[in-house]
């Protein structure tokens, strides 16, 4: 499994998981969908049990949805439209 690395945010000295961006900075990207989500799909892709990758990618899927309906209220509310 790959090692999670972090990075931080000089201007507000927090730690947070390459890729997701500062959450302080609103500067976050999505890990489900696009390009950074390769990896997470390559492990679901590589599950050789029907049953079980078939279950992970449904999962998956939902997962992308939610994610997609976070980082928008994230981005609302950055812009105070909530």
């Known amino acids: 499994m790959k090692e999670l690395v972090f990075l931080e945010c000089e201007e507000h000295n927090i730690r947070y998981p390459e890729g997701s ?3 302080r900075c609103n500067n976050l990207k999505k890990r489900y969908s696009g390009e950074l989500s390769r990896g997470f799909w390559d492990l679901i892709n590589s599950i050789e049990n029907e049953n ?3 279950e992970l990618y449904c999962l998956g899927c939902e997962l992308q949805n939610l994610e997609h309906i ?3 209220k994230l981005e609302e509310h ?3 439209n909530v």
């Open 21 to 23: 961006g500062c959450p």
């Open 52 to 54: 079980l990758h078939k």
């Open 78 to 80: 950055k812009h105070g």
């Open 70 to 72: 976070v980082l928008k």
